[in-house]
């Protein structure tokens, strides 16, 4: 969030303390000193042995061996397109998420979140020692009760669009909230990223919001065809995740060849827009060709995310099955993945799906839903 935001003072707090008692942990760049200190035992990636290999491992955590000068600037070039102070780049999603959550809040702090959060955000709040709370999906009420409830640092865990449903946050209503009650919001960007805003800068910037969020989460594994994620925030939350994300601290770092695919990616993305549209053109044309009865079965969404409601598993199987048949690689979202009844097909609409396919899955879609 802001900042004066309470949150931001725990952090310098921590990060002070580390200070203090010499446990402070910084991240180094590569030097040509003689390495005794990677996990590269046989050389394979330095490419003494193995060509295949070179540039594929980074051969240690980013605080022991695998940090260098190429994470660093990207670190700085994705956060200056999200216009966010700095960033850190973690091996998926999934562990961004977990790091992130399970390190922000203490005991006697608070975390709210959307009942439809990710999985990732749930396994990082169970990792957390914070008491955690969920709200009914979106509804700014029910989140205003639970504000109201909350005790200590009270963080609020949102994503921009909702893997499984594929509809929107209320961000500006959420936003305006959590000011009123001091609460610091995390937005999850992931079905957002490369897809939300001119250039796919995601939900907070196409909203001018990102000021208000205290930490953004943007996964390369979706619409950047890559792997990783990084978290953006202040230069503070950097340094504490640096020095208390376990998921951060202690695996092994994304390989060179990631990173030049990321970066690539990013470069892509700032030339996109035509894309960008021609998706937006389609999920439109997508949601035109449907029949009254498949609508009245279609979760509301705007996003890539289109989900058709057949409730139970054996029958939502069967349209899938059918799916399959013609060609369409299209997925039953199941109970337990989805509460029982919600059980739905998600089809993910793409910029270079072309009408022929987009006319064929709705016509299969037709047929088959009853
Ligand atoms: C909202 C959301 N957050 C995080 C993740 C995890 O990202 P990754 O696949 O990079 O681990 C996903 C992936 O499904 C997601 O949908």
Do not use: W
Request: aromatic fraction near 6%; charge should be positive; charged fraction near 25%.
């Amino acid at each position: 969030m802001s900042g004066e935001s309470k949150i931001e003072d725990k952090i310098r707090s921590k990060l002070a303390n580390r200070k203090q008692t010499n446990s402070l942990r910084v991240l180094r760049t590569e030097s040509n000193i003689i390495d005794f200190c990677s996990n590269d035992y046989l050389g394979f990636a330095k490419n003494i042995s193995v060509k295949a290999v070179k540039d594929q491992g980074a051969t240690g955590s980013r605080l022991i061996s695998g940090n260098s000068k190429q994470f660093e600037r990207i670190e700085n070039k994705i956060a200056a397109f999200h216009n966010a102070p700095a960033g850190l780049i973690f091996n998926s999603g999934y562990d961004a998420n977990i790091g992130l959550f399970s390190c922000i809040a203490d005991k006697g702090d608070t975390i709210i979140y959307d009942q439809n959060i990710h999985a990732s955000i749930r396994d990082g709040i169970r990792l957390s020692n914070a008491r955690s709370f969920s709200f009914e999906h979106n509804n700014i009420d029910a989140l205003e009760k639970k504000l109201q409830q909350a005790d200590g640092h009270i963080l609020v865990a949102i994503e921009s669009v909702y893997s499984m449903d594929g509809d929107e946050a209320r961000l500006e209503e959420i936003v305006a909230i959590c000011e009123k009650h001091k609460a610091d919001i995390i937005l999850d960007e992931a079905h957002a990223t490369g897809v939300i805003g001119k250039n796919g800068e995601g939900l907070a910037q196409s909203l001018n919001l990102e000021v208000k969020i205290f930490a953004r989460v943007h996964t390369f594994g979706k619409a950047m065809g890559c792997h990783g994620a990084i978290v953006l925030g202040s230069k503070d939350l950097r340094q504490y995740l640096i020095n208390f994300a376990r998921s951060f601290i202690y695996t092994t770092a994304l390989s060179k060849q990631s990173l030049n695919a990321i970066e690539s990616a990013y470069d892509k993305l700032k030339e996109s827009d035509d894309l960008i549209e021609q998706l937006s053109h389609n999920i439109s044309l997508f949601q035109s060709l449907l029949s009254k009865k498949l609508q009245s079965k279609l979760i509301s969404s705007t996003s890539p995310i289109q989900c058709i409601l057949i409730p139970e598993n054996e029958t939502v199987k069967k349209v899938e099955a059918g799916l399959q048949k013609k060609g369409l690689n299209i997925r039953a979202i199941m109970h337990p993945t989805v509460e029982k009844g919600k059980e739905r097909i998600r089809i993910c609409i793409h910029s270079f799906n072309t009408e022929k396919e987009i006319k064929m899955c709705v016509s299969s879609l037709e047929k088959l839903v009853i």
